[in-house]
T-cell receptor, first 112, second 115 residues
Framework: ELKVEQNPLFLSMQEGKNYTIYCNYS?????LYWYRQDPGKSLESLFV?????AVKQEGRLMASLDTKARLSTLHITAAVHDLSATYFC????????????FGSGTQLTVLP | GAVVSQHPSRVICKSGTSVKIECRSL??????MFWYRQFPKQSLMLMAT?????????EQGVEKDKFLINHASLTLSTLTVTSAHPEDSSFYIC???????????FGSGTRLTVV
């Protein structure tokens, strides 16, 4: 059974600071996804990582994937209040019926 | 980009009644759709995988007779919560796989409150 672990679960950080969210998964995977969820809302797609060594950046967020270590990171640079949200990673196991398995989420609060 | 429309966004129903939630892929065909449930402060839990023209595949512990899924066309899947009870109150989210872009697009979610 695929397990996806995110840490930290809760993160409070000051504006302007950098931090990294980690996502570990337990079996081989074809793809890894990062999503953002605002309170009371659905998921917004951030990144799709398709291969080992993949790196994608959008604004202050950068995601990377190491399939050998079964690890993805979401790095936040110079955080701003608008980044406050819950971030989820999700994995599709190799050879699966293509359903996503989600991590438990990281609730990020950026303080002024 | 791919868009998935989900309705209603919010519904309040009486205990014992049934509620239908619709999920439509607007600009692509979705042979497979997924239904998730999310309790407050928790992650998304997959309930079932909906396949066009065939029976849904339910995850362990999900009652298929209580959560009826129909996927009659390539653009529409429905989830009916039958004989709803307060413990069924939750945020239900559908998702469709956009095969062209390796992406999964999510509906806007339905907040179900059973009173």
């Amino acid at each position: 059974e695929l397990k996806v672990e995110q840490n930290p679960l809760f993160l409070s950080m000051q504006e302007g600071k950098n931090y990294t969210i980690y996502c570990n998964y337990s079996t081989t995977s074809d793809r890894l996804y990062w999503y953002r969820q605002d309170p009371g809302k659905s998921l917004e797609s951030l990144f799709v990582l398709l291969s080992n060594g993949a790196v994608k950046q959008e604004g202050r967020l950068m995601a990377s994937l190491d399939t050998k270590a079964r690890l993805s990171t979401l790095h936040i640079t110079a955080a701003v209040h608008d980044l406050s949200a819950t971030y989820f990673c999700a994995v599709v196991p190799s050879g699966s019926a293509r359903q996503l398995t989600f991590g438990s989420g990281t609730q990020l609060t950026v303080l002024p | 980009g791919a868009v998935v429309s989900q309705h209603p966004s919010r519904v309040i129903c009486k205990s014992g009644t049934s509620v239908k939630i619709e999920c439509r892929s607007l600009d692509f065909q979705a042979t497979t759709m997924f239904w998730y449930r999310q309790f407050p402060k928790q992650s998304l839990m997959l309930m079932a995988t909906s396949n066009e023209g065939s029976k849904a595949t339910y995850e362990q512990g999900v009652e298929k007779d209580k959560f009826l899924i129909n996927h009659a066309s390539l653009t529409l899947s429905t989830l009916t919560v039958t004989s709803a009870h307060p413990e069924d109150s939750s945020f239900y989210i559908c998702s469709a796989r956009d095969a062209a872009n390796y992406g999964y697009t999510f509906g806007s979610g339905t907040r179900l409150t059973v009173v």
